[in-house]
């Protein structure tokens, strides 16, 4: 997130659309006020969050702010919209409207119904929408695997492939990232793995089994390391096994490894991964 | 029940299952232990899926974090928390400043210079 440019709007573009996120005035000033606490707390983070909340704690939870003193106090003639004719009113109706008769004026509006028939985006967990994971809109990043630590670099990219690294991350729709991996032959491992790590594929067929090193796949094709690496990471899924979503086939197309420093992809603007991890880097 | 209701509930189901009443009635009823069970399922499924953007949203990790909010008496709870970190970015920065002030472990510590040893003389 850029903090220093406050003008680009947070929102999701399912969010962004005016109509959805016109607020009711409950919210609005709800929310201004959660504003004010929210950056008050930043500011003075001794006193006044706990002192906030233990005041909350003290009152009742529906008539916020309101002591129960001034009810009994007043009669029911003062009250503005007490209804004196008992004779038809329906039950279910009758504690709300004692409720919006016996609140002072200004917290009306709590027991108000609002004109506002959209979605309910305040209470319900959101969940993105079609216009919210749109391929062409995804970042792209790009990695230099010169004498990274095989695994750690795997496990950077496999985050952002699958978009754990967004708050916006849902485990049922693609919202990751693109990663190109340039310089693939030059990732490194450390210890004697170079020689004894071992990759295996079975053909089916009895006696199929194929075994390699690292340096001979290496040799051969350097891209299938940092694939199978990354793969091994990423969620599982062919189309073929109905239990199996194919949201995993689909991550790893999302990875493009090239051997040697430049990649096909200068239109996307690719930008460099943020990798976290201190000891990725090999030590020479 | 009765057939006209097994039928209303194997609506959409795979193969023949929809259509003989035999095979519907056992899917029916393996489709309505499900939902009991997940109905459970869902509000643990929910709560993870809260916990997870939150921890996406902190650059601190997520158990600091809560436990920052829980010293300042800060009783959010996750559902409005992982929506401040999608929604409101600035919120919920606020926030995590307040849990970093708050739980002095999880200022992020700055990573020390290595010591460059005699390879600096070679």
């Known amino acids: ?284 | 029940m009765n057939k006209k209701e097994v039928f209303k509930l194997a609506k959409g189901f795979r193969g023949r299952a929809k259509n003989c009443i035999r095979i519907a009635r056992e899917r029916v009823e393996k489709a309505l232990q499900y939902s009991y069970r997940d109905r459970r399922n869902k509000k643990r499924d929910m709560r993870s899926l809260w916990i997870e953007r939150i921890n996406a949203g902190t650059r601190v990790n997520y158990g600091n974090f809560m436990h920052g909010l829980l010293k300042e008496n800060i009783q959010l709870n996750r559902k409005v928390l992982s929506e401040l970190s999608m929604h409101e970015p600035y919120s919920f920065k606020a926030l995590v400043d307040v849990s970093r002030t708050a739980f002095p472990g999880n200022r992020p510590v700055p990573p020390t210079p290595k010591k460059q040893g005699l390879s600096i003389l070679v």
């Open chain 1, 1 to 284: 997130i850029n903090w220093t440019s406050p003008a680009r709007k947070p929102y999701p573009p399912s969010l962004n659309k005016e109509h959805q996120r016109r607020r009711l005035p409950a919210e609005e000033n709800q929310h201004q006020m959660a504003m004010a606490y929210a950056t008050s707390s930043s500011v003075m983070f001794a006193s006044s969050p706990s002192s906030l909340n233990n005041n909350n704690n003290n009152r009742s939870p529906v008539l916020f702010g309101f002591s129960t003193m001034a009810a009994s106090a007043s009669s029911p003639k003062n009250i503005v919209g007490a209804r004196t004719n008992r004779n038809f009113q329906i039950r279910c109706e009758d504690q709300k409207v004692q409720q919006r008769a016996f609140a002072p004026v200004e917290q009306r509006w709590m027991f108000t119904d609002s004109d506002f028939t959209g979605p309910d985006v305040w209470n319900k967990t959101w969940y993105p929408k079609a216009e919210d994971h749109v391929n062409t809109a995804k970042t792209w990043y790009v990695v230099d695997a010169t004498d990274k630590i095989l695994g750690r670099l795997a496990s950077t990219i496999a985050i952002h492939i699958r978009g754990k690294n967004l708050p916006t991350y849902t485990p049922s729709v693609d919202m990751g990232a693109f990663v190109i991996v340039v310089n693939a032959e030059k990732v490194a491992v450390s210890g004697k793995k170079r020689s004894q790590k071992l990759y295996r594929r079975h053909s089916g067929r009895p006696g199929g089994m194929t075994v390699e090193t690292f340096d001979q796949l290496q040799q051969r094709i350097p891209e299938r390391i940092i694939e199978h690496a990354v793969r091994g990471m990423l969620p599982k899924g062919r189309v073929s096994s109905h239990f199996l979503n194919k949201l995993g086939r689909d991550l790893f197309t999302h990875l493009k490894v090239y051997v040697g420093p430049d990649h096909p992809h200068q239109a996307q603007m690719p930008m460099d991964l943020p990798i976290r991890d201190k000891r990725i880097q090999r030590q020479t």
